[in-house]
């Protein structure tokens, strides 16, 4: 492929009191510096979660000349989905600099909801969300539910992803639990329960955040100040919005996302050298880490720990902003770059960033490289 | 979940789900029939997913499934609801999965057989509930 990664960066983090748009512009010019260019240069946008016109409100805000814009929303797996739109895009000639952005300000707005979000007219209001499940705890408490009995595992190979993204955010001056001290498999089990096996250290963080990463050609970014990060491989699959709609929990949309994405790439996991998966909740890591294919169903909880995984603390323990997958790639970008100071991974030459929205309902991965 | 089951607001139904919605009200768990492939779908659609049949039938389902996974809500979603209570996918012996509950708090475990009930909902329909059969 022939598109590279050339600028990322995050905006504030954490508690903000800052508006969205606020956030979003330090997203952008943020990452747009770290390129070496400027809001001129950029004519294509991909962002969502402000308003019902999402790229048209970042657009005017900045004063941007758009020529392509994109705003799947499909929760979290979003961007990586926008890193392959916008790869076609630039290898098609529609746009030549395209922004990838996200923020969101929900810890400071107390906007995060606990329910169902099921609209009226859609069938979930009448066939689920009567029945009271959390949106989206619930699913994902029976997933990992079926998860440890399937298996004959118990909560402590939950726990042991909560207590690893601990490890990861003390290593990271950016991480909401930074300076929280390390965290025990106990603690995690001790937590108040939210949707057995799930306790709340089993859940992703509320907080503000968001990021940005900037996408040009190979041929221009090797003009650019930073060390381009070439975009190898990308796949995605969209698989249920209910609950009930899926056959089996534990075959997520991650196997053809994971597939498609290898296929496209002529890669294998055993090349990846750092991965970022979403990590909304802890048994999210074990299923992706399984659809994958870094391991066979049930064993993931073997590489918990091994692996050089979610090196920025996560969503668990770094920043969760509604929509985490944009910062799945600035961390990706960071490790290929060599940046990450005492959390590198030390020669990472290939980094896979893998995006889950909803309740496991949308899977995107994308095979991030080191120009050779 | 909540004693007083009338607390809880009425879900809306459409020209498509209603007579899934009036069988209720007897008592009885209908699923999709497809004359033309046979499939048996839920929830109600107004096509066939198998054969895209836009002529739908009705069959009633047996009650029987077995539980695929369960989960003890801790928290409330939001007004009418009590927890802690049991959520469940409960896969039916004609095949289509099912969000539900199950009484009390638990344990279950995947796989336990169990079979249809009912809770009565304000405005005379009811909501598909199951109990473990042994
Ligand atoms: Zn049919």
């Known amino acids: ?372 | 979940m909540n004693a007083d089951e009338t607390i809880m607001p009425a879900p809306p139904q459409d020209p498509v789900t209603e007579p899934w919605w009036q069988a209720t009200r007897e008592r009885r768990l209908l699923l999709q029939h497809c004359a033309s492939c046979e499939r048996v779908q839920y929830p109600p659609r107004s096509v066939c997913t198998a054969c895209v049949a836009t002529e739908l039938g009705w069959q009633e389902a047996a009650g029987i499934g077995e539980i695929d996974a369960w989960t003890v809500v801790r928290r409330s979603p939001g007004p009418g609801f009590d927890p802690p209570y049991v959520l469940a996918r409960v896969r039916l012996a004609e095949g289509p999965v099912l969000l539900t509950t199950l009484p009390g708090s638990g344990p279950y475990r995947c796989g336990q057989p169990v079979a249809l009930t009912w809770r009565p909902l304000s405005d005379g329909r009811r909501l598909p509930v199951f109990a473990p059969l042994e």
Do not use: K
Not at chain 1, 57 to 86: C, H, I, K, N
Not at chain 1, 143 to 171: F, S
Not at chain 1, 317 to 343: D, I, K, M, N, T
């Open chain 1, 1 to 372: 492929m022939s598109v590279a990664v050339v600028g990322a960066a995050e905006c504030d983090l954490g508690v903000t009191g800052l508006p969205v748009l606020t956030l979003q512009t330090q997203a952008i010019t943020r990452a747009l510096a770290d390129a070496g260019l400027t809001p001129r240069d950029v004519d294509g946008l991909a962002t969502n979660g402000i308003g019902r016109f999402a790229t048209t409100q970042v657009a005017e805000y900045l004063d941007l000349d758009l020529a392509w814009s994109e705003s799947t929303f499909v929760g979290g797996s979003a961007f990586e989905m926008y890193v392959a739109r916008a790869v076609q895009a630039i290898e098609a000639g529609q746009c030549s600099v395209v922004v990838i952005s996200y923020a969101s300000n929900q810890r400071s707005a107390r906007s995060r909801s606990l329910g169902a979000v099921a609209e009226p007219a859609l069938p979930e209001a009448q066939f689920e969300a009567p029945h009271g499940p959390l949106y989206p705890a619930s699913h994902y408490g029976m997933a990992a539910q079926r998860y440890v009995e399937v298996y004959g595992h118990d909560r402590t190979v939950l726990a042991a992803v909560a207590v690893a993204a601990r490890e990861q955010a003390l290593l990271n001056p950016a991480a909401y639990r930074y300076d929280a001290g390390p965290l025990t498999v106990d603690d995690v089990l001790d937590a108040a329960p939210v949707s057995d096996p799930l306790g709340v250290l089993d859940c992703c963080l509320v907080t503000d955040g968001g990021g940005a990463v900037v996408l040009t050609s190979l041929a221009r970014a090797r003009d650019l100040p930073r060390p381009p990060v070439v975009v190898l491989g990308y796949g995605e699959a969209t698989t249920n919005v209910s609950t009930a709609g899926p056959d089996d929990l534990l075959a997520t949309g991650a196997i053809a996302s994971g597939r498609r994405a290898f296929g496209r790439a002529g890669l294998t996991p055993s090349d990846v050298d750092v991965v970022q998966v979403y990590d909304s909740f802890t048994i999210t890591v074990l299923l992706s880490l399984e659809g994958l294919g870094f391991a066979a169903p049930g064993e993931a909880p073997g590489l918990i720990g091994e692996l050089a995984l979610n090196t920025s603390g996560g969503g668990l323990s770094y920043c969760h902003p509604g929509q985490f997958g944009v910062l799945l790639l600035v961390e990706a970008v960071r490790q290929l770059r060599g940046e990450c100071g005492v959390r590198q991974v030390a020669g990472a030459q290939v980094a896979l960033a893998h995006g889950t929205g909803g309740i496991l309902s949308t899977h995107a991965t994308v095979l991030l490289g080191v120009d050779r």
